[in-house]
C-alpha cells in the first residue's frame, strides 16, 4: 500500500519535513508520481518487526533478577 508523506509521517510518528527530508535523501524508497511522492508502506514491516525485537529483549533483561554475590570472603 502506498502513502503520502504526510499518511507516512502519521505513520513513523515524525515530522513531515523530516520524512521529506528522508525520502530525498533516499534513506526512504518512495516514488514520484508527477504531483508527490508516495512511500510503500511494507518497507517499514522489518523496522516495526526489530523494534519489538529490542524491546522484548530490554524488557527480559530488566526483569531478569540480579544473582547473588559470588565473592567469598576468607576468614583470617
Same mark, same amino acid.
Given at each position: 500500500?502506498?502513502?503520502?508523506?504526510?499518511?507516512?509521517?502519521?505513520?513513523?510518528?515524525?515530522?513531515?519535513?523530516?520524512?521529506?527530508?528522508?525520502?530525498?535523501?533516499?534513506?526512504?524508497?518512495?516514488?514520484?508520481?508527477?504531483? !508527490?511522492? %508516495?512511500?510503500? #508502506?511494507?518497507?517499514?514491516?522489518?523496522?516495526? /518487526?526489530?523494534?519489538?525485537?529490542?524491546?522484548?529483549?530490554?524488557? !527480559?533483561? %530488566?526483569?531478569? #533478577?540480579?544473582?547473588?554475590?559470588?565473592?567469598? /570472603?576468607?576468614?583470617?
Amino acid at each position: 500500500m502506498y502513502m503520502t508523506i504526510e499518511e507516512t509521517a502519521d505513520y513513523l510518528g515524525m515530522p513531515v519535513s523530516q520524512v521529506q527530508k528522508y525520502v530525498l535523501e533516499g534513506r526512504i524508497k518512495g516514488i514520484h508520481n508527477g504531483n !508527490e511522492f %508516495l512511500v510503500n #508502506q511494507a518497507q517499514f514491516e522489518l523496522y516495526f /518487526k526489530q523494534l519489538e525485537t529490542v524491546k522484548r529483549q530490554i524488557a !527480559e533483561y %530488566l526483569s531478569e #533478577q540480579i544473582p547473588p554475590d559470588r565473592d567469598i /570472603k576468607d576468614e583470617d
